[in-house]
């Protein structure tokens, strides 16, 4: 009796299973709890409110600090997110103060609105820059992928949302930089307090993407390597790496030690 063969999956159809279970990883299939033409829509609403009647913003719900409660001195994998009004100064010089606080208020609570609906969580407000975090623990590629995408998001959100209204006021268009990496941080509680002592995040991957920020151009979306390493395949070709001009750059990989890859949003 013949021994039977066994039949080899063609190499394009096991390129196609992986791509798959990437794919479900990601749920890329779930769709988001807003759409983007009804977050702009909302926005539009409220900054409009916000300029014209002196809206404000209800209570942002503290869904971080809770969480950071429950995780104290706890290591977590996540995707950190720093986004930076650009030309703020400028504004503070041109414009009356109450206008620019309204301005960078309507800002900061826009971009943690768009923070959870891509299932992240808002850290904290520092000036005009608003500091997010999506956690990885179990599922880093998710993470990487809800990160990226809120960050496209809050591109949109200001260029078709809050600046065609700022627009009907003469006021300058807001642009923002966005920096974005991944890393294992640490959750820290400064007293003994546990339900009041201040509670915060610490660690290379809070640190790093705060200065991949600073690089950033007007408008422009940067993640580190970390975060490149885990997008989906289809979300790695919206992305460019970035060639440093001589000591622009400095800073090395914490696992090889050479100069960390930056890659730069170019959709």
Not at 61 to 71: M, P, Q, T, V, Y
Not at 78 to 104: C, F, H, N, R
Request: proline residues 3%; aromatic residues 8%.
């Amino acid at each position: 009796m013949a021994d039977e063969k066994t039949e080899s999956t063609p190499k394009s159809e096991k390129t196609d299973q992986g791509n798959s279970v990437v794919d479900m990883l990601l749920s890329k299939n779930q769709q988001q709890t807003l759409d983007s033409e009804t977050m702009i829509l909302e926005t539009q609403k409220r900054v409009w409110a916000a300029l014209k009647k002196g809206y404000e913003y209800s209570g942002l719900i503290d869904e971080s600090d809770a969480f950071l409660r429950k995780n104290v001195f706890s290591k977590l994998d996540m995707v950190v997110l720093y986004v930076d009004l650009v030309g703020s100064t400028t504004m503070t010089l041109e414009m009356p103060a109450e206008k620019i606080a309204i301005i960078v208020s309507s800002f900061s609570q826009e971009m943690a609105a768009v923070v959870r609906q891509h299932h992240g969580y808002v850290l904290k407000f520092v000036g005009d820059a608003v500091i997010g975090y999506f956690v990885g623990d179990g599922n880093s590629l998710l993470a990487a992928d809800n990160a990226v995408n809120c960050a496209k998001s809050m591109i949109s959100v200001i260029q078709k949302g809050i600046n065609p209204i700022l627009n009907q006021y003469d006021y300058p268009d807001l642009m923002v930089k966005v920096g974005l990496d991944f890393g294992q941080n640490i959750v820290v509680r400064y007293g003994s307090d546990v339900e009041n002592s201040h509670v915060d995040l610490m660690g290379p991957a809070m640190n790093i993407a705060a200065k991949i920020q600073n690089m950033a151009k007007p408008n422009q979306i940067l993640i580190g390597n970390d975060v490149y390493q885990r997008l989906h395949p289809s979300s790695k070709k919206e992305f460019v790496k970035i060639i440093w001009k001589k000591d622009e750059w400095k800073y090395r990989s914490r696992t090889t030690g050479e100069v960390y890859s930056v890659y730069e949003f170019k959709g």
